[in-house]
């Protein structure tokens, strides 16, 4: 038991010793992010690339929800009913893939 207390006691030292105010509060290192040398080129082609098949996913998602509205309108409305529903769905997704990159920034800052 007098292990825990004394290892409390270390730490609220550290404590009042790292937030002393002549010294000011001690703040971990927060560097910016850097790529590593010569995967500058490789990641924009990568994202590049993701962000060309999202758009293509996209088009294609608007698409099926489409012909599944068509397909449906005459005795099989429960198909119409399921492309219109899917329609926020591929609005959502491509929303979340264009704010991707903010996010991720605001995230990591």
Do not use: H
């Not at 292990?3 to 290192?29: F, R, S």
Request: hydrophobic fraction near 60%.
């Amino acid at each position: 038991m007098s292990e825990e207390i004394e290892m409390v006691l270390k730490l609220i030292v550290a404590t009042q010793l790292a937030l002393e105010p002549t010294l000011g509060p001690v703040l971990a290192p927060n560097p910016a992010p850097v790529a590593p040398p010569g995967m500058d080129a490789m990641a924009n082609t990568f994202l590049g690339w993701g962000k060309w098949l999202l758009l293509v996913a996209g088009v294609v998602g608007f698409f099926i929800c489409a012909g599944m509205m068509i397909v449906g309108r005459r005795n099989r409305s429960q198909t119409a009913v399921d492309g219109a529903a899917g329609v926020p769905w591929v609005l959502a997704g491509l929303a979340l893939a264009s704010l991707a990159a903010g996010l991720a920034g605001v995230a990591l800052s």
